[in-house]
Nanobody, 119 residues
Framework: QVQLVESGGGLVQAGASLKLACAFS????????MGWFRQAPGKERESVAQ????????SYSDPVKGRFTISRDNAKSTVYLQMNSLTPEDTAVYYC????????????WGQGTQVTVSS
């Protein structure tokens, strides 16, 4: 059974940076596509960034493009989300997910980590 555990969330001021991490266990990490998603209060969950198992292909949603970077360390079975130039609009619970491709479906989800950006 795959388990995903996010960490690194917190409360920061606008303009700051945060780096989220998601530890993966239970299967071969390098064969899994990984994704970050977020859900703000009162809004639907939205895609943030995805990365293929080979770490060569990535994709980003328009709101985060140029500010966020997804990466993975297959030796540590961990995927990261570096978030720079944070704005209050980035406030959400951030979830990582694992699937067979960047396009989904996403079979496994973490419990989420809260990111709050104050103005």
């Amino acid at each position: 059974q795959v388990q995903l555990v996010e960490s690194g969330g917190g409360l920061v001021q606008a303009g700051a940076s945060l780096k989220l991490a998601c530890a993966f266990s239970g299967r071969t990490f390098s064969s899994a596509a990984m994704g970050w998603f977020r859900q703000a209060p009162g809004k639907e969950r939205e895609s943030v960034a995805q990365i293929e198992g080979n770490a060569v292909s990535t994709s980003y949603s328009d709101p985060v493009k140029g500010r966020f970077t997804i990466s993975r360390d297959n030796a540590k079975s961990t995927v990261y989300l570096q978030m720079n130039s944070l704005t209050p609009e980035d406030t959400a619970v951030y979830y990582c997910a694992a699937g067979s491709s960047m396009r989904g479906p996403w079979y496994y989800w973490g419990q989420g980590t809260q990111v709050t950006v104050s103005s």
